[in-house]
């Protein structure tokens, strides 16, 4: 498993006293475990869940993956295997996460080699803009 994926299953361990939980909020489980900045409003591949969906349903946990009309994932703790995901389902998300911001383990691979290099944890240094300059758009009228 990548490092997203074990912190995927890592979260969900976490979180397996609730019965049912979006994939936001466990994308906020994994920022506060791992202390990650960058993305706010990142979700994660349905193929990382899939494996780690995989994982949990050879240990005998069972979570059944439901995907909204706005491409969200939604996970439910089950009693029994409920299968697959629908293939329409899978299509439609992975169509939508091509314009997503998606966390990745290269994303918290930086992290750890930014927390190694600098002794802290964060996002990026920003550099202010050092010329600014006003656009007059009545010289452009007046010629």
Do not use: P
């Amino acid at each position: 498993m990548t490092q997203i994926q074990e912190e995927i299953y890592k979260a969900i361990k976490q979180m397996s006293e609730k019965t049912q939980f979006t994939e936001f909020q466990l994308v906020k489980k994994i920022r506060e475990n791992t202390k990650f900045d960058g993305k706010k409003k990142a979700g994660l591949s349905l193929d990382d869940m899939l494996v780690v969906w995989e994982k949990l349903r050879e240990e005998g946990i069972f979570y059944s993956i439901h995907i909204n009309s706005v491409n969200e994932c939604l996970l439910k703790k089950e009693e029994e295997d409920k299968g697959d995901l629908v293939l329409d389902a899978k299509q439609r998300r992975r169509k939508s996460e091509k314009s997503m911001s998606i966390i990745t383990s290269g994303d918290l691979t930086e992290l750890a080699d930014k927390s190694s290099k600098n002794g802290k944890s964060g996002g990026k240094n920003h550099e202010k803009r050092s010329n600014r300059q006003k656009l007059n758009i009545r010289d452009y009228f007046e010629e």
